[in-house]
């Protein structure tokens, strides 16, 4: 029940009764024994959860759908996070009479106490006290409240495409704003900006770059604000994460568009290879999303190929630990072509994955090139994935140029399913298949005709 229902919901479901619009719950609760409520996202109190108890029904929630309400588990209401969990806390409260009692008189008890309107008036109150109270600032026309500087500083977080990509986007730039702030010896307003990073997370935190990337920088900013101890914290906590592998990531969510694809462990199908130089901020992104893909981690392998690089790089690829294979190989600076043929020799998937070290990929990214191989046989082909750049450096002529004309990238004119010659080939979004050992041995000669040029 509840205002506007989707046509489609519950129809010909079992169980299910629709009922739309009520004017009054009251009745409704009346009628029921128990209240389930497996909300898995949301913001502020969940309003329909205060209404369950208040109406003297017992609660079953998440710890989602217990936030900001100071539930107690077993006391003032049932938690519960996994599917079976869930299921037995409805089962044992519709039977157990006792549970069910308690269950209601405190649930009551709790919201009349804590979300009463006296309550309320007394909060409002307090409010109106501090405020009569409270010096308003001078009006600064390029003031900007922290958590929306990014937005201000960097547009793209707000209006960026893929629209799914926006969220990560948003922490990397927080990121970004720390940095700044370090340099500018601000170590306070760059600690306020990481905290934001953290603050749309739940549970484990990734083991990836931007989160490893912004744990450092706090430790940083609490050394800098003389928290020695803090910041000895964090290093510690840092440096035991990752010697023991628990900073692991979260097994990606399933698609709705693609199904999961499955590979025999140890045996990668891809072989992802990003040559990079001096660009450790942007390859943390790269190497994030990738951690995004909605293939299983071990269908396939990443190779970062460092082309002696002077920054930050070395360092954070020795500390990265993704749940993904990954391999950091280093060399002279010799160009991103001969990157490439080293992460080649090294690399160990059926498909060789070419990619730039800026490039932000789409979760199905790999999961479409999988199936833009299928049943091709021994056809020699490759396969080229488009790409977008970010909406902010479409502000640069030059950039609204490239996107626009196929002068140096050729997608812009190609069109999807159809087979080119191989001159349109770049290789920011690029997979083949390698040949098998014998094969190359066969065609040794004829490529050794061949100038291959260090520019790809």
Known sequence: ????????????????????????????????????????????????????????????????????????????????????????????????EALWSRLARRGRAHILEDFSEKRMQEGVRNLIERARHTKPNAYDPDFAWPYLLVEKRFPEVVNGEPAGQRLFLRKARYTNLADEF?????????????RYIF????????????????????????????????????????????????????????????????????????????????????????????????VQPEMFEVLVVDDGSTDETEQFCRNFQPDYSFQYLQQLNAGAGAARRRGVQHARGEYLVSFNDDTISAPDL????????????????????????????????????LTQSPFFFPQVTLRAGQYWEYTYVVTCNLSVKRCSRSARLMRASAWRKIRISGCD
């Open 199 to 294: 603050s749309h997370m739940r549970g484990r935190v990734p083991a990836s770059g931007l989160y490893l990337r912004a744990a450092q920088l706090m430790s940083c900013c609490y050394r800098e604000l003389g928290e020695n101890e803090k910041a000895s914290q964090y290093a510690a906590r840092i440096e035991r994460i990752l010697s023991n592998g628990n900073f692991a990531l979260r097994p990606p969510a399933e698609s709705n568009n693609a199904r999961r694809i499955h590979a025999q462990p140890h045996t990668p199908v891809f072989s992802v290879i990003i040559p990079t130089y001096n660009r450790q901020p942007v390859l943390a992104e790269c190497l994030d999303a990738l951690g995004r893909q909605s």
């Open 366 to 401: 790999l999961a479409e090139h999988w199936k833009a191989h299928q049943g091709r046989g021994d056809v020699r082909q490759c396969v080229l994935g488009d790409f977008r750049f970010p909406p902010a450096a479409q502000q640069r002529a030059l950039t609204r140029f």
């Open 182 to 194: 370090l340099e500018q010896q601000q170590p306070a307003q760059a600690l306020e900006q990481l």
């Open 1 to 96: 029940m509840g205002n506007n229902l989707p046509a489609e919901l519950g129809v010909g479901e079992k169980g299910v009764l629709r009922v739309g619009y009520v004017a009054d719950l009251g009745p409704i609760f009346a009628k029921c024994r128990v209240a389930l409520s497996p909300v898995r996202f949301g913001t502020g109190i969940k309003t329909k959860n205060l209404s369950a108890l208040a109406h003297a029904v017992p609660l079953v929630t998440i710890t989602v759908g217990a936030d900001g309400m100071a539930l107690r588990h077993n006391e003032t209401a049932l938690i519960a996070d996994t599917p079976q969990e869930f299921a037995d806390a409805a089962v044992r409260v519709y039977g157990d």
